[in-house]
């Protein structure tokens, strides 16, 4: 569960002064919008890579080749999700719980009531022994079913055309544009990661539009998989849909995702193997990450006003409530950086201060 602090935070996030890039992001030095610079040299030092940090909707640090254009693997995934409130808001799928079934999948027994809920929290049990809903499964194949339902069978068109529709992603005016494999999965530079990264922060908003409507964040921009749902068991399923993995197996990954996944997000939240700390016990409670292979993530925390994205860094192996785990002390030193400092009364909750 959210912490009150965090609620009050996310719903005030609208309030502040907030900037969009045009053609170009605009840049301004840390001490300028109350960030210490010092302290961001040393995330940055230790991540390595490519990437940049935007505070308030200005770019403060950048390091490495803004240009280049990589894959993002895993971190892409939330993208996915967006695309899927696009087309609920423009009424191609009536809702989450819409039975992909309805869109033409020839599903076999337990998986007929597998819905795009399910395929957005890794619980569709897809080439899994659990019926949808059961259990969890970090699942590749699963988020393959989700990227073909959507490009194929929902908007039916080519995977760029389709992102890049000037009333969907298109309106962030990315400068070096997104490119997709056969499997979908996206590339892009860090500065247009940081667009789609800054477009979520922003609840759907961008300049003085709401290109997608806040209710899509209000209700799906937090955890939606209980911290009680049970891994899935050790036993691997047929593809009978012949569709193929987007990157992994159908169960890898899977040890930190009930209590703290949704729609492709991680949040800072109590999970199931750490009920009594959250993922990042010394960070920000309404902190969120998308999180990709070979070092390709990004961090949001909407009440520091912060984004940070990183292609190809070093952010170390996850280990969910440790406080002592090396991606926490980062974390830790880049909210700290943005002026935050946590209280001496925080619980797991964990309580949001900004000086």
């Known amino acids: 569960m959210w912490s009150i602090a965090c609620v009050i935070a996310c719903l005030s996030v609208g309030t502040a002064h907030t900037n969009f890039p045009g053609a170009e992001w605009q840049q301004r030095a840390p001490e300028r919008l109350g960030m210490d610079a010092a302290a961001l040299d040393k995330v940055v030092e230790k991540l390595g890579g490519r990437g940049c940090i935007v505070r308030d909707g200005y770019v403060v640090k950048t390091w490495g080749d803004q240009t280049e254009v990589g894959d993002w693997f895993s971190s892409a995934k939330p993208v996915l999700s967006t695309l899927l409130f696009f087309a609920m808001q423009e009424g191609l799928v009536d809702s989450v719980d819409q039975p992909i079934r309805e869109f033409g999948w020839p599903l076999r027994g337990k998986d007929e009531g597998i819905t795009f809920r399910h ?31 959507l490009f194929d069978k929902v908007f039916k068109g080519d995977a760029k055309a389709v992102a890049e529709d000037s009333h969907r992603l298109g309106a962030l005016q990315l400068q070096d544009g997104l490119k997709f494999n056969k499997k979908r999965r996206i590339s892009a530079s860090p500065r247009d990661f940081a667009r789609i990264c800054w477009f979520w922060l922003n609840r759907g908003k961008w300049g003085s539009k709401q290109v997608l409507a806040k209710r899509y964040f209000d209700e799906f921009q937090r955890p939606q998989v209980p911290p009680g749902l049970p891994i899935t068991q050790d036993t691997d399923l047929d593809d009978y849909l012949g569709i193929g993995s987007y990157g992994g197996t159908s169960n890898h990954f899977s040890d930190m995702g009930p209590g703290v996944y949704g729609f492709n997000w991680w949040f800072n939240a109590v999970g199931g193997n750490h009920p009594d700390s959250p993922v990042w016990p010394d960070a920000p409670s309404d902190l969120y990450m998308s999180l990709g292979a070979h070092g390709n993530s990004s961090v949001i925390i909407p009440s520091l006003r912060l984004v940070l994205v990183c292609a190809e860094g070093e952010w170390s192996s996850h280990e969910p409530g440790n406080p002592a785990s090396p991606m926490n002390k980062l974390l830790k030193t880049l909210a700290e950086a943005a002026g935050w400092r946590r209280g001496p009364s925080m619980t797991a909750g964990g309580a949001l201060h900004r000086h």
């Open 119 to 149: 395929l957005g929290a890794m619980t569709s049990g897809y080439m899994r022994p659990e019926g949808p809903g059961e259990a969890w499964a970090y699942n590749d194949f699963a988020i393959q079913l989700y990227q073909m339902t």
